[in-house]
């Protein structure tokens, strides 16, 4: 469980970690300190040396079957039987309600999960600007939100039927509010300058050389069997902001919607390239 180990302050060496005392409570002659004790560990937990995250090897170890899983319990694993997500949209397992532990689907791993709540303490400041002196928290964003929310589960893992979701959690979470999440995409955007390099390198050599250099161009690109229906705002000029917020700057031309629309309406993908074929430099 100890993920990120402090290496670097003073004394940083004598700062504990994993396991650093053990006692027995209860018994009548007071309590049992055994943290002295000559002590042996081994990697990994009984589970996974047992493979029941395997399919093959859910035998191994006698389930527990119930309407209603224990929640907020540490060390302990979860099976359930899952359906394939409809659809052909990438799919996250959201794990918000989970501590930190490791998900399995039909055998393959999901990964290790930790959905950390950053501190709705820190500060986070709404532009960021490195100038000046640095410090740690300089350039923090998300604050109160998770550091890690959706974990990318590949479709050609799914059955069409009997999914198996294993789960190892070790911190304790609420298993009821696992769910499958479909990434939906619904806009597309892309901002790039005339003098941005091409992508190719034999194009860019040969416009150091004086050769044909290639025109810088915006490539949009729309998930399977979708097309772009409309463009919400399109600007050659000088435009300000970001994906989801762009708006006009002094300098504009007001074709730069129509050309967009010529060239990339009803199509699942396109390519403009930044030339006076175009667009209007004056």
């Not at 055994?34 to 589970?47: H, V």
């Not at 997500?85 to 999960?113: C, F, H, T, V």
């Not at 005339?194 to 194009?203: G, R």
């Not at 730069?256 to 990339?264: A, F, G, Q, Y």
Request: proline share 8%; glycine share 10%; charged share 20%.
């Amino acid at each position: 469980m100890t993920v990120g180990l402090q290496n670097a302050g003073p004394f940083y060496e004598w700062v504990g970690a994993g396991l650093t005392r053990v006692v027995i409570e209860g018994f009548n002659n007071g309590t049992v300190d055994l943290s002295s004790n000559s002590w042996t560990y081994k990697i990994g937990m009984e589970g996974e040396h047992l493979n029941i995250y395997n399919p093959n090897d859910l035998n191994n170890v006698k389930w527990v079957s119930t309407s209603e899983p224990p929640k907020n319990k540490p060390l302990t694993w979860y099976k359930a039987l899952v359906d394939t997500p409809s659809g052909d949209e990438p799919i996250g397992l959201d794990m918000l309600s989970m501590g930190k532990g490791q998900a399995w689907l039909n055998g393959e791993a999901i990964g290790r999960y930790w959905p950390r709540i950053s501190s709705i303490y820190d500060e986070c400041p709404p532009e960021c600007n490195y100038r000046g002196k640095f410090f740690p928290d300089k350039c923090n964003t998300g604050c109160g939100e998770p550091t890690q929310r959706w974990y990318h589960v590949p479709r050609s893992w799914f059955r069409p039927s009997g999914n198996i979701l294993v789960i190892f959690e070790e911190k304790g979470g609420n298993p009821t509010e696992i769910k499958f999440s479909k990434r939906r995409v619904t806009d597309v955007c892309a901002l790039i300058s005339e003098d941005f390099p091409p992508i190719n390198p034999e194009s860019w050599h040969k416009g150091i050389n004086g050769g044909s250099k290639s025109k810088a161009t915006v490539d949009l690109k729309c998930p399977p069997k979708t097309v772009i229906t409309g463009v919400k705002f399109a600007s050659f000029g000088t435009p300000t902001g970001t994906c989801g917020s762009y708006s006009k700057g002094d300098c504009h031309d007001p074709n730069s919607s129509s050309v967009v629309e010529k060239i990339c309406l009803n199509k699942n993908g396109c390519t403009i390239a930044l030339s006076e074929e175009n667009f209007n430099k004056d």
